[in-house]
């Protein structure tokens, strides 16, 4: 098979084409043909040699594709040969082939291409996995931060889909627009515009109920700040940094939750737990078009150095796919 490995940590460069033995099913797995490979942020971590995969898993980048079911294993659950399918993987997404758990994968909703079905599993089961820990409800405010990225724009509409009245951040007035359009009543250019005033001013300074942050440190205190009495923040990204100073006394006097989660780390039954949620509560709202897709652009899975130059600078918007 074709694929994209790691030559050793670094830049872009680091990212060879390859060839490498086809993989084969065992138990519980299924080998998909991949349509196309979703890149995520996770992908650029793991390059630059900051985020190694987990154990057994393939050493080159790749969390999520779409493709067909071309082998099952024993007790490879309920698929068949040909369907149409996305999967969450442990890693390796990067290549034309993949063995997966045959629980980590999710039928291909009608109406949706199967390339670009790439780009939602990760987000998919990021977002609602995040959002059910943070006990989001319906009519109440949620805060999403970078609503232009992958998981950002995933949980936009989701959000919405559920009742919530959602606000969201980007950087500059177009990719802000863009926010509104995928449901958010609200969108903040956090390169103008200061985000807790903006959510003080359309919650009546009540401040919103769950905050969604993929930036980290450096937005710690303002995110407390915007927070309603009884809100929660869930910290999913370190984009800008990992260790801040946390007023407690603030916290407190808010009676406030700070909660961080990852996927990529979880064993398999939990992985398989949150995928199983995402086909029940989730997948209704995508084959319903509330939730869709968002694709940037689709690159040759050769050009995956340069899909991640384009990630590193920032102008994404929504997920870029790698095509074998």
Same mark, same amino acid.
């Given at each position: 098979?074709?694929?994209?490995? /790691?030559?050793?940590? +670094?830049? !872009?460069?680091? &990212?060879?084409?390859?060839?490498? @033995?086809? !993989?084969?099913?065992?138990?519980?797995? /299924?080998?998909? *043909?991949? $349509?196309?490979?979703?890149?995520?942020?996770?992908?650029?971590?793991?390059?630059?040699?900051?985020? #190694?995969? #987990?154990?057994?898993?393939?050493?080159? =980048?790749?969390?999520?594709?779409?493709?067909?079911?071309?082998?099952?294993?024993?007790?490879?659950?309920?698929?068949?040969?040909? *369907?149409?399918?996305?999967?969450?993987?442990?890693?390796?997404?990067?290549?034309?082939?993949?063995?997966?758990?045959?629980?980590?994968?999710? #039928?291909?909703?009608?109406?949706?291409?199967?390339?670009?079905?790439?780009?939602? !599993?990760?987000?998919?089961?990021? $977002?609602?996995?995040?959002?059910?820990?943070?006990?989001?409800?319906?009519?109440?405010?949620?805060?999403?931060? +970078?609503?232009?990225?992958?998981?950002?724009?995933?949980?936009?509409?989701?959000?919405?889909?559920?009742?919530?009245?959602?606000?969201?951040? $980007?950087?500059? =007035?177009?990719?802000?627009?863009?926010?509104?359009? &995928?449901?958010?009543?609200?969108?903040?250019?956090?390169?103008?515009?200061?985000?807790?005033?903006?959510?003080?001013?359309?919650?009546? *300074?009540? +401040?919103?109920?769950?905050?969604?942050?993929?930036?980290?440190?450096?937005?710690?205190?303002?995110?407390?700040?915007?927070?309603?009495?009884?809100?929660?923040?869930?910290?999913?990204?370190?984009?800008?940094?990992?260790?801040?100073?946390?007023?407690?006394?603030?916290?407190?006097?808010?009676?406030?939750?700070?909660?961080?989660?990852?996927?990529?780390?979880? @064993? @398999?039954?939990?992985? $398989?737990? /949150?995928?199983?949620?995402?086909?029940?509560?989730?997948?209704?709202?995508?084959?319903?078009?509330?939730?869709?897709?968002?694709?940037?652009?689709?690159? #040759?899975?050769? *050009?995956?150095?340069?899909?991640?130059?384009?990630?590193?600078?920032?102008?994404?918007?929504?997920?870029?796919? &790698?095509? !074998?």
């Amino acid at each position: 098979m074709r694929a994209v490995v /790691i030559s050793s940590s +670094g830049g !872009p460069e680091v &990212l060879t084409p390859a060839s490498l @033995p086809d !993989p084969a099913a065992g138990r519980g797995e /299924i080998v998909l *043909d991949v $349509a196309a490979a979703g890149i995520n942020n996770a992908d650029l971590l793991q390059r630059a040699g900051h985020y #190694p995969p #987990p154990a057994g898993a393939p050493d080159w =980048p790749g969390l999520e594709v779409s493709g067909t079911v071309a082998e099952i294993g024993p007790d490879g659950g309920p698929w068949r040969v040909g *369907d149409r399918v996305v999967a969450l993987l442990d890693g390796g997404g990067y290549a034309s082939r993949v063995v997966v758990p045959a629980a980590q994968v999710l #039928p291909l909703p009608d109406g949706v291409d199967l390339v670009d079905g790439a780009a939602l !599993p990760e987000a998919a089961c990021t $977002a609602w996995s995040t959002l059910r820990a943070a006990r989001l409800a319906p009519e109440e405010w949620l805060l999403v931060h +970078g609503g232009s990225g992958g998981v950002g724009s995933l949980a936009v509409q989701l959000g919405t889909a559920l009742g919530a009245h959602v606000v969201t951040t $980007a950087g500059g =007035p177009e990719r802000a627009a863009r926010c509104l359009g &995928l449901g958010a009543v609200a969108a903040v250019d956090h390169r103008s515009e200061d985000f807790v005033d903006r959510c003080r001013e359309l919650t009546g *300074d009540r +401040g919103v109920d769950v905050v969604l942050d993929v930036v980290g440190a450096a937005y710690l205190g303002r995110n407390l700040e915007v927070l309603a009495t009884g809100g929660r923040l869930a910290v999913i990204g370190l984009q800008k940094g990992r260790r801040a100073e946390l007023d407690l006394g603030a916290l407190l006097a808010r009676r406030a939750t700070v909660l961080g989660t990852t996927l990529r780390s979880r @064993p @398999p039954a939990e992985k $398989a737990a /949150i995928v199983a949620e995402v086909l029940e509560h989730v997948w209704p709202h995508v084959l319903s078009g509330a939730v869709r897709p968002v694709v940037h652009e689709r690159l #040759p899975l050769e *050009d995956a150095a340069r899909a991640h130059e384009l990630m590193a600078a920032g102008e994404v918007f929504g997920k870029l796919l &790698l095509v !074998p």
